[in-house]
């Protein structure tokens, strides 16, 4: 499981794993099945201007982490 927040740490994972940015869009809430039964799930960062801007709250962050949970169960 990795949790990347934001595009640079999205791109920065599939570059690291090999893997084409273009087969994995970045969109915050995303979860992508990786090869070798990893898992990418995708969230804003949570910079201050990414909250004080209301593009990531407090609640969708805490669905990102819900979504993953759910996915691990």
Do not use: W
């Amino acid at each position: 499981m990795i949790v990347a927040l934001g595009l640079i740490a999205h791109k920065a994972t599939l570059k690291a794993l090999g893997l084409r940015a273009s087969h994995y869009g970045f969109a915050h809430g995303a979860l992508h099945d990786l090869p070798g039964g990893r898992l990418l799930a995708d969230s804003y960062h949570c910079s201050r201007y990414n909250t004080n801007t209301g593009r990531l709250t407090e609640a969708m962050f805490h669905q990102v982490f819900a979504a993953v949970a759910k996915r691990l169960r």
